[in-house]
């Protein structure tokens, strides 16, 4: 009885300690990239954000010296690893982009492997 009682024990700490909803809504919060730049002396800062919702829809603005240069309402979809974010803007290309970890930091990379956000 202590054996069956033992098993019964582990095996629940198995299945409670590993959960695929996880990787489902990884990419739900903010995600931001903050890039200061010099340039013929004057020092420019760009700020570009990503919120994602759990609803599938999410909100971009970029901010180029406390000025807001782009936004846009988007949905995104999962498929395997990646996302795709779909803006409603039309004059903006969608992008499809993969959650990677370095050092602890979870960051946003496209397809062309350039990291475009690390998570706030």
Sequence with gaps: MVKLFSLVVCALVLFT???DDDDADGIVGTWEMEVE????GETNK???????????????????????????AFSWTKDGEWY???????????I??????????????NKEEDTIAMKK
């Design 17 to 19: 300690g590993c959960s």
């Design 37 to 40: 730049y010099s340039f013929g």
């Design 46 to 72: 760009t700020v570009t954000s990503w919120k994602f919702a759990s609803d599938n829809t999410g909100n971009y603005n970029q901010v180029v010296n406390s000025e807001e240069t782009s936004a846009s």
């Design 84 to 94: 795709s974010v779909d803006y409603q803007d039309a004059e903006m290309t969608d």
């Design 96 to 109: 499809q982009v993969k959650i990677t970890s370095l050092a602890g930091y979870k960051m946003l990379e």
